[in-house]
């Protein structure tokens, strides 16, 4: 809607992980200064402090797309992409917008869910390649006041997130097939391309972006995508960086802004493009990656935008594990859910966030704030850790595979342990620890107390020194 802007108040949010059995941890998830900092390098730790902490977040896609949920002309595989892979006409597609009336959206609803499930951050798309713009903006009518629903789910969001303690943050796609200037035209569209300028489409871009950026109160992160289009410059991608950058220093920006990200492992590695972190699609690293940041997003079925056919969900099982995997090697994972046109979660994403969230409220401590795992590898499951004060370090030891003869062999480590125990051990009993050579073996119950990953503390003393096997 092209009116005016609205001001929202500035509220920061400081999240502090709760620890369990000790004292003296570390202070992880508060926000770090970046006034303090002088060297570019400080800089970006202290923007990335609070994303490094958080380690998990949402991944919303949702738009115009939710209404035929996947489904053109007895075609069922479609979902965000829905307009290109189905070849559908400017004007058919944009009929979508007087039917699009999420009457069931609640904003804190979905907050809520993300929350309870240990989620520390948002990421919505503010516009997908379709150009639809999910927010109120002064620069289109191709957007939600356009809508019957005419409420500002941004805004919506935004508020909900913050009042919860989560971060907003948006995807906002660099590739547009509705907006005149952008190119290049799709194969399958009529639309002449003469007339069209790409300039003036950057400058359409940096209004929205410049919108998303200061009517929503403090954002996280900048998501772009759609980097990869020919037309799509590593000047254009500098250009729109140091934009965001100029307008809040503190945003983070994912690789996809410029053209470095290297396939779907996502990764860039040549310091001249730009981007705070890597944006792995659909798969983890095989291991860490030293000094690298990176955040795996990945979809609980096969879709991204919902698709009512697609039955494939990933178990709450290997989600739980893959969050562990994932923290083991430094990463964050940011988990996706594809809401209906009505509004809603689909039943299956409730009930895997329900899960996930169980299973955080006990052992988010051995996920939040920590770092990758010192082990290359671990036989029975994997490995987080974080630094208690200058002597200790602990371990947390995520089991997947609980061991028959109750030892549990942490191999190849020189240092002398503290102690040992459960996480969910809310007396925090000791178990025993004894040295075999060049492993430390804990003594474990006989049973597991959670099937898909029981978490063990280790503490050790001094920082870890690990013999590779
Ligand atoms: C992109 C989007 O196109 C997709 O709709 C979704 O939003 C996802 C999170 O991001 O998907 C991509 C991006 C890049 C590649 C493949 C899918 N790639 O480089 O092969």
Same mark, same amino acid.
């Given at each position: 809607?092209?009116?005016?802007?609205?001001?929202?108040?500035?509220?920061?949010? /400081?999240?502090?992980?709760?620890?369990?059995?000790?004292?003296?941890?570390?202070?992880?998830? *508060?926000?770090?200064?970046?006034?303090?900092?002088?060297?570019?390098?400080?800089?970006?730790?202290?923007?990335?402090?609070?994303?490094?902490?958080?380690?998990?977040?949402?991944?919303?896609?949702?738009?115009?797309? !939710?209404?035929?949920?996947?489904?053109?002309?007895? &075609?069922?595989?479609?979902?965000?992409?829905?307009?290109?892979?189905?070849?559908?006409?400017?004007?058919?597609?944009?009929?979508?917008?007087?039917?699009?009336?999420?009457?069931?959206?609640?904003?804190?609803?979905?907050?809520?869910?993300?929350?309870?499930?240990?989620?520390?951050?948002?990421?919505?798309? *503010?516009?997908?390649?379709?150009?639809?713009?999910?927010?109120?903006?002064?620069?289109?009518?191709?957007?939600?006041?356009?809508?019957?629903?005419?409420?500002?789910?941004?805004?919506?969001?935004?508020? !909900?997130?913050?009042?919860?303690?989560?971060?907003?943050?948006?995807?906002h796609s660099i590739m547009?097939?509705?907006?005149?200037?952008?190119?290049?035209?799709?194969?399958?569209?009529?639309?002449?391309?003469?007339?069209?300028?790409l300039d003036?489409y950057r400058?359409?871009l940096k209004?929205?972006v410049?919108?998303?950026?200061?009517?929503? +109160?403090?954002?996280?992160?900048m998501w772009f995508d759609g980097e990869w289009e020919d037309t799509w410059t590593h000047e254009h991608g500098q250009d729109l960086f140091h934009f965001v950058r100029g307008?809040?220093?503190?945003v983070i920006i994912n690789n996809r802004v410029d053209k470095g990200r290297g396939?779907?492992?996502g990764?860039t590695t040549d310091e001249r493009f730009a981007g705070d972190f890597g944006t792995?699609?659909?798969?983890?690293?095989?291991?860490?990656?030293?000094?690298?940041?990176?955040?795996?997003?990945?979809?609980?079925? =096969?879709?991204?935008?919902? &698709?009512?056919?697609?039955?494939?969900?990933?178990?709450?099982?290997?989600?739980?594990?893959?969050?562990?995997?994932?923290?083991?090697?430094?990463?964050?994972?940011?988990?996706?859910?594809?809401?209906?046109?009505? +509004?809603?979660?689909?039943?299956?994403?409730?009930?895997?966030?329900?899960?996930?969230?169980?299973?955080?409220? /006990?052992?988010?401590?051995?996920?939040?704030?920590?770092?990758?795992?010192?082990? !290359?590898?671990?036989?029975?499951?994997?490995?987080?850790?974080?630094?208690?004060?200058?002597?200790?370090?602990?371990?947390?030891?995520?089991?997947?595979?609980?061991?028959?003869?109750?030892?549990?062999?942490?191999?190849?480590?020189? &240092?002398?342990?503290?102690?040992?125990?459960?996480?969910?051990?809310?007396?925090?009993?000791?178990?025993?620890?004894?040295? =075999?050579?060049?492993?430390?073996?804990?003594?474990?119950?006989?049973? !597991?107390?959670?099937?898909?990953?029981?978490?063990?503390?280790?503490?050790?003393?001094?920082?870890?020194?690990?013999?590779?096997?």
């Amino acid at each position: 809607m092209r009116t005016h802007p609205t001001l929202l108040i500035v509220v920061t949010t /400081v999240l502090i992980p709760v620890l369990g059995c000790q004292t003296g941890e570390p202070r992880s998830g *508060s926000v770090k200064n970046t006034e303090a900092s002088s060297t570019l390098a400080v800089d970006h730790d202290a923007r990335m402090g609070w994303w490094r902490d958080a380690r998990f977040g949402l991944f919303i896609h949702w738009g115009l797309y !939710a209404i035929p949920a996947g489904e053109w002309q007895g &075609n069922t595989n479609h979902t965000e992409w829905i307009k290109h892979t189905a070849q559908i006409p400017h004007d058919q597609y944009d009929r979508l917008v007087s039917q699009f009336n999420p009457v069931k959206f609640d904003a804190d609803h979905w907050v809520r869910s993300a929350r309870a499930a240990g989620m520390k951050y948002i990421v919505i798309t *503010s516009k997908h390649h379709d150009g639809f713009c999910l927010f109120d903006s002064n620069y289109t009518d191709y957007d939600i006041m356009s809508t019957p629903f005419q409420r500002d789910i941004m805004k919506e969001l935004a508020e !909900a997130s913050r009042r919860h303690g989560l971060r907003i943050c948006w995807y906002h796609s660099i590739m547009d097939w509705y907006h005149p200037d952008y190119l290049p035209r799709r194969p399958w569209e009529q639309r002449s391309a003469e007339g069209a300028n790409l300039d003036r489409y950057r400058t359409h871009l940096k209004n929205q972006v410049r919108e998303l950026l200061t009517n929503y +109160g403090p954002v996280g992160v900048m998501w772009f995508d759609g980097e990869w289009e020919d037309t799509w410059t590593h000047e254009h991608g500098q250009d729109l960086f140091h934009f965001v950058r100029g307008i809040d220093p503190r945003v983070i920006i994912n690789n996809r802004v410029d053209k470095g990200r290297g396939g779907m492992a996502g990764l860039t590695t040549d310091e001249r493009f730009a981007g705070d972190f890597g944006t792995p699609e659909q798969e983890i690293p095989a291991t860490g990656l030293p000094g690298v940041d990176w955040e795996t997003c990945m979809t609980m079925n =096969d879709h991204w935008g919902y &698709n009512r056919f697609d039955d494939s969900w990933k178990s709450a099982e290997n989600l739980i594990r893959k969050l562990a995997d994932i923290a083991s090697k430094g990463g964050n994972f940011l988990l996706n859910v594809g809401p209906t046109a009505s +509004g809603e979660f689909p039943p299956p994403c409730i009930e895997r966030l329900r899960a996930i969230g169980e299973w955080m409220d /006990v052992n988010g401590e051995a996920i939040y704030g920590t770092q990758a795992s010192p082990f !290359a590898s671990l036989p029975w499951g994997r490995c987080t850790q974080k630094r208690l004060d200058s002597g200790t370090t602990r371990l947390y030891l995520h089991v997947f595979d609980w061991p028959e003869d109750g030892c549990l062999l942490v191999p190849g480590i020189r &240092n002398d342990p503290r102690w040992a125990a459960l996480l969910s051990d809310t007396d925090c009993n000791p178990l025993p620890v004894a040295r =075999d050579d060049d492993a430390l073996v804990i003594h474990l119950p006989e049973y !597991a107390p959670d099937p898909i990953n029981s978490v063990v503390i280790l503490d050790i003393v001094g920082t870890p020194e690990v013999t590779q096997h």
